[in-house]
């Protein structure tokens, strides 16, 4: 398997631009879940689905940010517009379904909003 | 307060010396535990899960003392490949909360 794939791995973008972050989770999880990572504050959870559902979205920050799942192989995480303080690193991860199982972690996205 | 703390260091250790990480989380009801380890500008990977017993995995020991609400991960014998952000992880329910994260250097 190829692990979780992550795109575009870099996105340089002007303030107010649209955003749109990729992900393919391996095949046969059933979690997804959307990090971003910043010095300051860490790594935050964002998003996670269950089986294409969302289930806690209260990580995403404003409304300017949501993600979506439409079939069991692809998410986005969109942000329109985008600001300055969202650039970081965003990470997608999955897992299986059973409940002590390790996450995988794609090779993220480093977002510059200039 | 945050669901998990970590003391960010940095250490910087000599090769060959043991160091200990400690980190603490809030939520008595947390369920399973993680060490992971972080290189520069790469994503997380699982290091060892965490359980009650303590467990061993070479150079590597993970505790978890449920009562006081911490666990430790003590690396013997560091090498230079060691050097990385290692991140405690807790998980509560379906949620998996990640500390900020400690710096290890090791030097030759």
């Known amino acids: 398997d190829a692990g979780v794939i992550q795109s575009p791995r870099h996105e340089v973008t002007e303030m107010g631009q649209e955003v749109t972050l990729r992900c393919k989770p391996i095949?046969?999880?059933?979690?997804l879940f959307w990090y971003r990572q910043t010095m300051m504050r860490g790594l935050e959870l964002l998003i996670y689905?269950?089986?294409?559902?969302?289930?806690?979205d209260s990580g995403m920050p404003e409304d300017r940010f949501s993600a979506k799942m439409p079939n069991a192989s692809f998410s986005t995480l969109k942000i329109q517009p985008s600001e300055p303080r969202d650039s970081a690193v965003y990470f997608c991860?999955?897992?299986?379904?059973?409940?002590?199982?390790?996450?995988?972690f794609g090779p993220g996205t480093r977002l510059t909003v200039l | 307060r945050k669901e998990v703390e970590q003391d960010p260091g940095p250490f910087n250790v000599p090769e060959g010396a043991t160091v200990a990480f400690n980190c603490t989380y809030s939520?008595?009801?947390?369920?399973?535990f993680f060490w992971y380890r972080q290189d520069c500008r790469k994503e997380p990977k699982l290091l060892m899960s965490?359980?009650?017993s303590g467990n061993e995995d070479g150079r590597f020991t993970a505790q978890l003392n449920r009562a006081s609400q911490y666990i430790s991960l003590l690396i013997r014998d560091s090498k230079l490949s060691d050097s990385a952000t290692y991140l405690c992880?807790?998980?509560?329910?379906?949620?998996?909360?990640f500390g900020t994260g400690t710096s290890l250097t090791v030097i030759p």
């Open positions: 965490v359980y009650s």
């Open positions: 939520n008595s009801a947390s369920q399973s």
């Open positions: 991860a999955s897992k299986e379904q059973t409940p002590y199982n390790e996450q995988f």
């Open positions: 992880v807790v998980q509560t329910g379906n949620q998996f909360y």
């Open positions: 095949s046969g999880h059933d979690y």
């Open positions: 689905f269950n089986n294409n559902v969302p289930i806690d």
